[in-house]
T-cell receptor, first 113, second 117 residues
Framework: EDKVVQSPLSLVVHEGDTVTLNCSYE??????LLWYKQEKKAPTFLFML????IEKKSGRLSSILDKKELFSILNITATQTGDSAVYLC?????????????FGGGTRLMVKP | DTEVTQTPKHLVMGMTNKKSLKCEQH?????MYWYKQKAKKPPELMFV???????INESVPSRFSPECPNSSLLNLHLHALQPEDSALYLC????????????????FGDGTRLSIL
């Protein structure tokens, strides 16, 4: 059974802090690893990672994948209150019937002013 | 607002009602998905449609019946639901991967929050 585990479960920081969110996985037929941010509604896409060691950046957010050790991290620098959300890690796998996402349990981040 | 539109945003129904959830996208995506998300839990995959054909059914009870009338629309027909079916139902779409080498993420709608009385 495919498994995706995120840590920590929740995190409370102050504005300006840097945070690192972790995602480890054990899956069959890995295709990619994705990070999403979910506030009250739709998960919004952040990054898709397919290759090890290549950092993806978008503003204050960055992410990297290690396919040998089977994990990814999401870094947020200079956090702001608007970063408060649940951050979901998902692994895409290829099955006989198509591709599917398995989500981790999420990390709930709260950024205090 | 997202590029995947779901209606209605909220739905309250009794256990004997029949209702439908709708999802629409105009990004030319050929794969569409239904997920169920309970409070403080991650989304769980229910169904996958690829080129309007059902390709994955994750052992979902028959009281949930998906339908894909065309490449832009995805419906979820509901009948005789149980209180434990109350959840946020998310639709997503992506370029169909089907073994091709390029990678495209799934894009989610805002969901329908369903409450079963």
């Amino acid at each position: 059974e495919d498994k995706v585990v995120q840590s920590p479960l929740s995190l409370v920081v102050h504005e300006g802090d840097t945070v690192t969110l972790n995602c480890s996985y054990e899956v069959t037929n890995f295709r990619s690893l994705l990070w999403y941010k979910q506030e009250k509604k739709a998960p919004t896409f952040l990054f898709m990672l397919t290759s090890s060691g290549i950092e993806k950046k978008s503003g204050r957010l960055s992410s990297i994948l290690d396919k040998k050790e089977l994990f990814s991290i999401l870094n947020i620098t200079a956090t702001q209150t608007g970063d408060s959300a649940v951050y979901l890690c998902a692994v895409e796998t290829q099955g006989h019937a198509g591709n599917m996402l398995t989500f981790g349990g999420g990390t709930r981040l709260m950024v205090k002013p | 607002d997202t590029e995947v539109t779901q209606t209605p945003k909220h739905l309250v129904m009794g256990m004997t009602n029949k209702k439908s959830l709708k999802c629409e996208q105009h990004m030319g995506h050929r794969a569409m998905y239904w997920y169920k998300q309970k409070a403080k839990k991650p989304p769980e995959l229910m169904f996958v449609y690829s080129y309007e054909k059902l390709s994955i059914n994750e052992s979902v009870p028959s009281r949930f019946s998906p339908e894909c009338p065309n490449s832009s629309l995805l419906n979820l027909h509901l009948h005789a639901l149980q209180p434990e079916d109350s959840a946020l139902y998310l639709c997503a779409s992506s370029q169909d991967r089907g073994g091709r080498s390029f990678n495209q993420p799934q894009h989610f709608g805002d969901g329908t929050r369903l409450s079963i009385l």
